[in-house]
């Protein structure tokens, strides 16, 4: 069975990527408009109600607007954009975090895909927290940096162009209200919101995300070993989420040369006091953080083997 998929917004990098993952496979047809189309709003809205899915690749306005162009009742929606991530009435797209969330999105007719530094958070957070390995109240800080593809064509311009040969880091949202952190908050259980320090570095794409652990002064925390071995089994089976079992790695690096990945790589780092953890996920920030995470929504929701056309190669680091 061939299934038709409009990628609204496919000119963009989240676009691009999922569309290229879709190339060849039998399974699915795109729909395509014309370069003069896209912005038409009868066009758009053909398309919208004729595709048996579809993927919005756009700003959160244009994505409700979107959803609102949407009347037929066979069409299933993967949102890329943040505008329906804490919606009730959306699945959100990430099925791996906690029990039965492959099974709401397989049934779910809309699927918010989750942002790219909430997916390395959550992956770590949440399964501990309803483990009741970490505290839900506690006030955790999450230290992340991501590859410029993530900020859309103006930062890629930005640091490929003009005063970007002189950017090395850039740390942002620094009026702390970041747009991911209702999400982080909302889906890990949490009474609290937590601190969030984004930045973005000279690299295409690439991402890690850090939530540093005082244990000795948290209630009801658990060891480093305990941690790692409640997300060992949490994921485990799973071919997109590898949990590393090695105390301490010598250095995580994100590679200017970086192969797109679709995997989610979890470490959990403990002091030799075991009084201090540092939870660590490293992904692609346009892979499972946004179009291979797409790609994986589409395929459970059509029935199909969750990993078709994803990318979960081992990263290459230097030697």
């Not at 929606?77 to 099925?95: E, K, M």
């Not at 800080?141 to 002189?166: H, P, Q």
């Not at 982080?184 to 570095?201: K, T």
Request: net charge negative.
């Amino acid at each position: 069975m061939t299934h038709s998929v409009f990628i609204d917004g496919a000119a963009g990098t989240t676009g691009l990527e999922i569309a290229d993952r879709l190339a060849g496979r039998a399974e699915f047809a795109l729909i395509t408009l014309d370069e003069e189309k896209r912005k038409d709003a009868n066009a758009r809205r053909e398309a919208l109600n004729d595709a048996d899915f579809v993927i919005l690749c756009l700003p959160d306005d244009a994505a409700k607007e979107a959803v609102a162009m949407t009347t037929s009742n066979h069409t299933r929606i993967i949102d890329a954009s943040t505008a329906h991530r804490v919606d009730p009435h959306w699945a959100y797209g990430f099925p791996e975090y906690r029990k039965g969330q492959h099974e709401r999105i397989a049934n779910a007719r809309l699927v918010s895909n989750p942002g790219c530094y909430p997916t390395g958070f959550l992956a770590l957070v949440a399964p501990l927290v309803a483990a009741k390995l970490i505290p839900d109240d506690w006030p955790y800080t999450v230290n992340a940096v991501s590859g410029y593809s993530g900020g859309g064509k103006a930062l890629i311009e930005r640091f490929e162009e003009g005063e970007g040969a002189d950017i090395g880091f850039r740390a942002y949202g620094l009026d702390l209200d970041h747009k991911h952190v209702p999400e982080m908050q909302r889906h890990a259980g949490l009474s609290l919101a937590p601190i969030f320090s984004p930045a973005v570095v000279k690299a295409f794409r690439g991402m890690m995300v850090e939530i540093p652990l005082p244990i000795s002064v948290m209630p009801g925390s658990d060891s480093p070993e305990e941690m790692r071995a409640a997300l060992t089994e949490h994921y485990a089976g799973s071919k997109v989420v590898r949990v590393h079992q090695e105390m301490a790695p010598s250095e995580l690096l994100i590679l200017n040369t970086q192969e797109p990945s679709d995997a989610l790589d979890l470490y959990i780092m403990g002091s030799p006091k075991g009084d201090q953890v540092r939870l660590m996920a490293m992904l692609d920030n346009l892979g499972k953080g946004a179009s291979g995470a797409a790609v994986q929504n589409l395929n459970i929701m059509a029935g199909l083997d969750e990993t078709l056309g994803l990318r979960l190669e081992i990263a290459k680091q230097l030697p």
